[in-house]
């Protein structure tokens, strides 16, 4: 197996590896300050379509995590990205929040319910019967479906709440179209962040607490993968998988000395 070039510059996930449910998870801060130090480009990506960059700094940095919202990539703006590179000037109907809606007014796209060109769904924590029933007509009428990511279950501190996965499922049980989803693990968002920091697969790793998202979507996009096991994955989880990250560590401590 040829050997991987040294890491120039790195990708990791918010949940499950910066932060559990609002708290910091030990070894972040020290991640991010290093980072910053070296001066290596780095985003931090997030599923979640709810929040804006500047909502999500504002937050990292009320927990004590120093991240420059220019350094963070959600599913809203890569889905963003991806409609203005397929149909610039497009018109969409949108069921999400600011993070989605805003994503989409700074690309010049026009949110409607008459006729659209795309149906757009996106995290939010009040979907309606309305609103769905409408995304359901309008595409049932030709527009076609995209989800923001394929996140079937979301965190908080109740348990787990049905995300964007979820919901395109239903919305496919009633219409017969599957949505196309632009998030992790598509390695379509992991390619676009990479571009957005000038950065090559060759020399980028992904750091996930997902094996099914982080990983995958690493790994298919040709970057060196690190999986920690303060998130969702087991360690008896990831056998159960056909593919493997590069090296599996206990938490994003262990990864400040290879910064």
């Known amino acids: 197996m040829a050997e991987r070039k040294p890491i120039e510059s790195w990708l990791t ?14 070894g972040a801060s020290a991640f991010i300050k290093r980072l910053r130090e070296s001066g290596k480009p780095f985003l931090v990506l997030t599923n979640n379509s709810i929040y804006t ?18 350094s963070i990539w959600t599913s809203a703006l890569a889905t963003a990205k991806f ?5 610039p000037g497009g018109t969409a109907h949108v ?10 007014h700074d690309i010049g796209y026009v949110l409607t319910d ?9 995290e939010t ?16 009428d030709g527009a076609r479906f995209i989800a923001t990511n394929p996140d079937e279950t979301g965190p908080s501190p ?3 709440l049905p995300a964007t996965g979820s919901v395109a499922a239903l919305i496919t049980k009633a219409t017969g179209v599957e949505p196309y989803f632009v998030g992790k693990p598509n390695p379509l968002m992991m390619r676009h962040g990479l571009n957005v920091i000038g950065a090559h697969s060759e020399t980028s790793a992904m750091i996930g607490d997902r094996m099914d998202t982080d990983v995958l ?18 360690p008896e989880e990831i056998d159960r998988h056909p593919f493997r990250p590069s090296r599996v560590v206990d938490s994003i401590a262990d990864l400040v000395d290879l910064v």
Not at 95 to 104: P, Q, R, V, Y
Not at 114 to 122: E, F
């Open 13 to 26: 996930d918010m949940d499950g590896v910066l932060m559990h449910e609002g708290v910091p998870i030990p």
């Open 53 to 70: 960059p500047r909502d999500l700094h504002a937050r990292l940095s009320r927990i004590g995590l120093d991240v420059p919202w220019e």
């Open 83 to 87: 409609l203005d590179e397929q149909r």
């Open 95 to 104: 069921i999400g929040e600011a993070g989605l809606t805003t994503a989409l």
């Open 114 to 122: 008459h006729a659209p060109d795309y149906v757009v769904l996106g």
């Open 125 to 140: 924590r009040t979907y309606s019967f309305e609103a769905l029933t409408k995304a359901i007509r309008l595409i049932n």
């Open 158 to 160: 109740q348990g787990p």
């Open 217 to 234: 979507a690493g790994l298919e996009a040709g970057m060196e993968t690190f999986l920690v096991l303060t998130g969702l994955t087991r």
